[in-house]
């Protein structure tokens, strides 16, 4: 019994769906697949099998062709990718079992030709003919191929001779500072969910302000709430991006900790020597009846109930979680610059 996330076709059965190849196509398979991991691309060999990884930002459907040598006229396997299992972001990848160095491989995308993986360490032309592997006519068969290799041995370097400090010139900066925000250009704009890359993630200050206008009463924002808790989808989904690259947040930094989030309603920056200029003056925060500190029970009972409330949905939320120091430290009001 094969296992694994893929078409299976015993000896002798018809292949369909496979664009231009002759209807009496044979295929067999000879080795059980996992999904496998995205990096790194090519076709990486291990005691334990074979990963393949090509990248396609297009593709709807990707297929991997095993052959056992240079100029086998049919493949020896035939391996479907499942999109919810063999997909990272752009990425296709699989694992095939026990699949050992010489093997032969092409891809084939949405049903077309068959392709040569550009990160293949080793390729043969030994079927490829020109003319058919452009077109696609044919029984198939006529592209160039990877072929699986060992990895290199490198030799091993000398450590890099590390220049003095004469003429040198170094800088002493704060990340945050220097940057003005995570999701802010050298320009002054601010690009959430407009930074390209699909493996870049970044602070999701949409986010961090819904929620704290949920958790503070505002109403009319169900919508946004919802959309920010499954992870954001208007902002990364368009261009095949996922949950991962939200990094969720409700304090950080810069602004009010979580205990000043739910103890002030305005900043009280009185200390900086600036009359309170100094900071944004809408940190969306509600202060549960009592401006700043106060041995009221009531109204401490509901400043925790709504600080878990924060951590609750930052919990349940789809994407990543960051989570500032705790809640007990607070800076009476004062906006942390640090």
């Known amino acids: 019994m094969i296992s694994g996330n893929f078409r299976s076709y015993e000896k002798g059965d018809q292949l369909s769906n496979c664009g231009d190849w002759s209807a009496n196509y044979r295929v067999l398979q000879t080795h059980s697949i996992r999904p496998g991991t995205r990096f790194p691309p090519g076709a990486t060999w291990t005691t334990e099998g074979v990963n393949f990884s090509v990248f ?3 593709a709807k459907r990707v297929e991997l062709l095993l052959y056992d040598s240079a100029d ?4 020896v396997q035939f391996v479907a990718l499942d999109p919810d299992t063999n997909r990272s972001y752009f990425f296709w990848h699989v694992f095939v079992e026990d699949l050992s160095p010489g093997t032969h491989y092409t891809w084939r995308v949405d049903g077309g030709k068959e392709l040569v993986d550009p990160w293949a360490r080793a390729v043969t032309d030994s079927v490829w003919v020109r003319r058919q592997a452009i077109s696609g006519t044919g029984d198939g068969g006529y592209s160039i191929r990877g072929v699986v290799t060992t990895p290199i041995e490198l030799p091993a370097r000398k450590s890099p001779i590390t220049p003095g400090l004469e003429g040198a010139v170094i800088y002493e900066l704060h990340l945050g500072g220097f940057t003005r925000h995570p999701s802010w250009d050298a320009g002054g704009l601010y690009h959430v969910g407009a930074f390209p890359g699909f493996s870049w993630t970044e602070w999701n200050g949409r986010y961090r302000d819904v929620i704290r206008r949920f958790v503070r009463g505002d109403r009319g924002i ?6 920010c808790i499954a992870g954001s989808s208007d902002l990364y989904a368009h261009d095949g991006r996922l949950p991962a690259n939200s990094i969720d947040l409700i304090t950080c930094h810069d602004g009010f900790t979580l205990r000043d989030l739910v103890s ?3 900043k009280h920056n009185e200390a900086n020597g600036e009359d309170n200029r100094d900071g944004t003056n809408d940190n969306l925060s509600w202060n549960c009846g009592v401006e700043g ?4 029970p009531a109204v401490l009972s ?3 109930r709504q600080a878990k409330n924060f951590i609750a949905i930052l919990m349940i939320s789809r994407g990543v979680p960051m989570v500032m120091a705790s809640y007990g430290e607070g800076v009476l009001g004062r906006e942390s610059k640090s």
């Open 302 to 304: 509901l400043c925790r």
């Open 72 to 75: 086998s006229p049919q493949p």
């Open 293 to 296: 500190e106060t041995t009221d």
């Open 222 to 227: 169900i919508g946004e709430v919802a959309s």
């Open 56 to 58: 396609s930002r297009a």
């Open 264 to 266: 002030y309603n305005r």
